[in-house]
């Protein structure tokens, strides 16, 4: 059996099976994560010469940059979505619109050991990445051009990672993309109309079902939500009302470094260490933003494939329950 | 190097590389269709009882339902996300919207041979299954309760497909999904300001541009569209502006039908044997409705796995330029 269900942020439609119907986490294949082109890689320690040039990295020992000593490495992707240079020159071809491929895109390299898995680094080592999301993002911010800086990891081959090192990436676009922009402007209209942020409301609504927290601390909180697109989807809000990621302090974010490093752990506990995506819900910048947005981090294992029926449609088929795939990742057997 | 495109129809942006850095059929990886289950298949002849009853079948030897004899069959799916009993009962979860999970899940098996593609049946054959979508369609729109049809196949397990027996399936939903609304929409909103359709000035772009399209015949026309979301994606139109695939003739079904194996055949040659979906986008059912519509087929070739950029935003990255697959697919080496 099955419901349907409707998020109330961008009006998306999903079809949640019950928990009797639901699949566990036995029932999925576990993912594959080869390590063993370490010998090729250029993320590695010692091989700096061979990526372009850094942005930025965590380098303790004070060491040079584009040597070895760093722990964290920001990079420009060697072969970039988008380019930095130029204009936009933006214009019409027949009935389509189109403009120049500006923008930026970053990597960034979250640890010098190969064989280590982002899930696998201490919360300090988490904090410093994540510290590297923001000072990414208030930079690029400065670029008048970028109107939406996304940041996200794909983990494993079938999440679509291409290099094994463990790494994320960061974009930086010239406008707000489709899905961002309708939950942006769905939690505005809600805060039009009822004066209250929509992503409050469903935290709120979360505590007290309680049946979909997986866990919290002082700052965050990680929940399955209502209305999800995939099995063991997660999403982790800052408890309180936050529009800015990029004023978060060192110590909000090693807050979030702990419960991101434990929902990680959960996940691949709990699935058998699958492939995932998660990726920054940010407000967009040089923008006319008000309040309203609550950013959050999603986090999303890649357990099934995406069939033709969801791309089709924006319609999901989601095959567990999120409160069952609370539960499970509530109760596995994990220690930080 | 890219470039950013925005389609007409529902303002989505994408990135598309250009010729010069785009990937061609050989810098995929085949993907891999094991056909070896025959013992175990339900949906093979003789194994008619396995199954739920048969909802319509095309007998030319005019078998008993449910026994051999069959070329193509349609059942009930074993496993549906929605079910034809009950009432939608819609009501409120807190903030959520909810209603029950009613409606049709149907499986039409296009072979009794299990090591048959579908790209491999005669137009004959096809126009069989083409004939049983249209049927299905028509049928499922006579329950009132239903406000969409949705048509698809998934083949090759990376693109979902969970039975290797080739097969389509038909989903009868209560409501409009999102993608599907937005797309028809856009196109009213195009048509209410320009007195056009969409689609067809799309249709006549194509047809002045000439780069990208693959194949026609007198009553069709398949081109790779100028803002794709994946790499060698094909859209199926009827040339002149059609509303209603219920109202199809017979003659027009069989053009679609050598259209579509060839197009099939196309991709199947190029690029090594590729999962791919399609879907049929077509009207709303029990639903106001103005000719404004232009139902067609999409078809997308499984080459990459889509990561969390493209979930997280909408916002696609096409490693192959529309042009470029346009020409592979009409030279490469396809007889019928």
Known sequence: MSELRREPIVGRWVIVHTPKDSLGPKDFPPAEHVQHQAAICQFCSGKEHQTPGEIEAV????????????????????????????????RGIGIFDMSNGVGAHEVVVETPDHGKQFADLSVEEMLEVLSKYQSRYVSLAGDQRFKYILIFKNFGESAGATVEHTHSQVIALPMIPKYVREEIEGAKQYHNYRGRCVFCDIIH?????????????????????????????TWLFPKRHNSDFGQLSREDLSHLAKILKELLGRIKTCLANPSYNFFLHLAPVNFETDESYHWHIEIIPKLTEVAGFEWGTGFYIVPTDPGLAARHLKTVNYTA
């Open 59 to 90: 380098r303790l020992d004070g060491s040079a940059p584009n040597t070895p000593g760093w722990t964290v490495r920001v990079i420009p992707n060697k072969f970039p979505a988008l380019r930095i240079e130029g204009d936009l020159n933006k």
């Open 205 to 233: 609504q979360e505590y007290q079902e309680k049946e979909r927290i997986v866990t919290e601390n002082a700052e965050f909180i990680a929940f399955c939500p209502y209305v999800p697109r995939y099995a063991f989807e």
